[in-house]
């Protein structure tokens, strides 16, 4: 086990999206302290130029460290979250992001370039909001929502936790997209979408799983 330095964030995930996480903290030009992973392979090395300090569980050996959990899968975050309360989680929102004054970012949401964030959005905690996306005025995204690249959310939208939405998808204004439910990439959202479900195509139409 490494030891990490005295200041900086922790990166929990040493996969595709920690690696995109711990770029987006160097940009905006905070100190990452150090790595968690539970990949045997990946301890010891690098992401990044940062390095990999040892398994997930040694968050306990950090008390008061500041983190943030680099899994791009939902139900992951919410475990690591869980698991680990007394984390201060931070919000990570990089330069190229258009943020409105009246919207509001939860903790540990990650916040990628080109993103635009519209006038009084809410944004929960562990939320991803990838590049080249649009979050509507109005708009609340629950906690461990995935919005991916090049997503267009118009409006008064309602994304309830866990939900995802795939690459290049639309939602229409004033739609509700349930909790834990998959909007395919490139699916465009003309309705609401139940709880749960996976729908694609144009208009998008549900599956349940």
Known sequence: MGSAPESGVLVVGAGGHGKSIVSVLLACGTPVAGVLDDGPERQGGQVQGVPVLGPVEDLDRYPGRQAV???GDNAQRRAVAERFPAVEWVRVIHPGVYLNPTASVGP????FPGAIIGADAAIGAHVIVSGH???GHDTTL???VQVAPGVQVAGGVLVEE???LGIGSIVCPSLRIG???TLGAGAVAVRD???GCVAFGMPARPRVR
């Not at 540990?108 to 916040?111: D, E, F, I, L, Q």
């Open 108 to 111: 540990g949401t990650v916040v």
């Open 69 to 71: 959990i680099g899994l």
């Open 179 to 181: 909790a834990w439910a």
């Open 162 to 164: 866990g939900a995802m």
């Open 193 to 195: 979408l139940p709880a």
């Open 142 to 144: 629950h906690d461990y």
């Open 133 to 135: 996306t649009t979050i």
